[in-house]
C-alpha cells in the first residue's frame, strides 16, 4: 500500500520566477524507509512541505498535479488539496529542523500532552500516548523538565515525541539533527531507527550527511532543480556516487574509497558498506 503517492507535482512559491518542484512523481509504501537527498535549494523541504498540506494550504502558490495521502488503518484516501491540515497530521507528522520553533510548554510531559488535548481523547489515552512517546525518546525521566534547560538532542528528541503522540502512521523529518552535536544526532538517529524497525512507522528523512540514509533507508530519491534524477535503494546509489557528487550531494568519505576498491577487486570484498558507513 501507498501512504503517500505524488503525482505530476510542481509548486512555484508566490513571487517566485521558477518551480520550487518541477514534476515530481513519487510513491512511498507504508512502512518504507525513504531517504530524499539534493543540494541546497533542490525542493527537499518544499516537497516535506506538500506532504501534510501545508503547501498549498498554509504556504500558497501554484500547485499542480496532486499528492493523495492514505490512512493505513482506514484505506480512506485523502487529497491533500481537498483535505485541512489538521485532518492530515493526525496522518503525516512533519518535524522541522529547529527542535527550539517548536517547543513552548513549561515541562517536557506538557509538551507532549499540548497536541492531544486538542483532539479530544479521552484521558486515559492521552496518558498512554504521553507514556508511550516519552519512553521511545528515552525521556521518562526528564519529564518535568523545563524543555530549554534539555542537551539539543534531548529537545529534538521532545519535538519528535510530541508529534508522534498524535500516532501519525509517516513521520516526515526535514534535516532533524543538523543543530545538533554528535552525540545529540546519533540519539535522536536511533529514536528514528526504532520508530521505523519496532513500531512500524513509515519514515521519509532529509539529510545533508547522508551516511545514516545510506546505511539505513530502504530507498532514496535524489533531488536536483525541483526533479527527482535518480532513485534506488542505497547500494545502486552508492555505485553511482560520482554522479551524485557532480549535482553537489555530500558523499560520505568512505564511499569513495568504497567503490575503487570494488572497482579493483570485483571477486574479494575488502569492507563492507555497513563498516564504510558506520557513524
Ligand atoms: N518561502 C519561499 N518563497 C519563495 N521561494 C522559496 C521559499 N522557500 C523556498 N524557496 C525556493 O524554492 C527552492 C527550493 O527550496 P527548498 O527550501 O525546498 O530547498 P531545499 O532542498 O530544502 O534546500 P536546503 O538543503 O538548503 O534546505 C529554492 O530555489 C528556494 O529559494
Ligand atoms: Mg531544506
Redesign the pocket.
Known amino acids: 500500500m501507498n501512504v503517500i503517492e505524488a503525482k505530476g507535482l510542481r509548486f512555484k512559491?508566490?513571487?517566485?520566477q521558477?518551480y520550487?518542484l518541477g514534476g515530481i512523481d513519487l510513491k512511498v509504501k507504508k512502512g518504507e524507509f525513504l531517504g530524499i537527498v539534493?543540494?541546497?535549494?533542490?525542493?527537499?523541504?518544499?516537497?516535506c512541505l506538500t506532504f501534510n498540506g501545508i503547501i498549498p494550504h498554509s504556504?500558497k502558490g501554484e500547485f499542480e498535479g496532486e499528492v493523495v495521502v492514505t490512512d493505513p488503518t482506514t484505506e480512506e484516501k485523502y487529497s491533500t488539496r481537498e483535505t485541512p491540515v489538521p485532518k492530515l497530521s493526525t496522518i503525516v507528522g512533519l518535524v522541522l529542523q529547529n527542535p527550539e520553533s517548536q517547543i513552548f510548554n513549561m515541562t517536557v510531559e506538557e509538551e507532549v500532552a499540548f497536541a492531544l488535548e486538542n483532539l479530544g481523547l479521552p484521558r486515559e489515552e492521552i496518558l498512554r500516548r504521553i507514556e508511550w512517546a516519552l519512553r521511545i525518546a528515552g525521556l521518562e525521566d526528564k519529564r518535568e523538565e523545563f524543555p530549554p534547560s534539555l542537551s539539543g538532542g534531548e529537545q529534538q528528541r521532545l519535538a519528535i515525541a510530541a508529534i508522534l503522540a498524535m500516532k501519525p502512521q509517516v513521520l516526515v523529518l526535514?534535516?532533524p539533527t543538523t543543530q545538533l552535536d554528535p552525540a545529540g544526532r546519533k540519539s535522536v538517529l536511533e529514536m528514528i531507527s526504532k520508530l521505523n524497525a519496532d513500531e512500524g512507522i513509515t519514515v521519509i528523512m532529509?539529510d545533508?550527511n547522508t551516511s545514516f540514509l545510506f546505511r539505513r533507508a530502504d530507498r532514496i530519491v535524489a533531488?536536483h532543480e525541483?526533479k527527482i534524477v535518480m532513485e534506488g535503494t542505497p547500494r545502486k546509489l552508492v555505485s553511482r556516487a560520482e554522479e551524485l557528487k557532480e549535482i553537489g550531494v555530500k558523499i560520505p568519505a568512505g564511499i569513495e574509497l568504497y567503490n575503487e576498491l570494488s572497482r579493483a577487486n570485483p571477486e574479494t570484498q575488502v569492507l563492507t558498506l555497513d563498516e564504510i558507513l558506520y557513524e
Request: hydrophobic share 20%; net charge positive.
Open positions: 512559491y508566490r513571487r517566485s521558477k520550487a539534493g543540494p541546497s535549494g533542490s525542493g527537499k523541504s518544499t516537497l504556504i526535514d534535516e532529509v545533508h533531488i525541483g
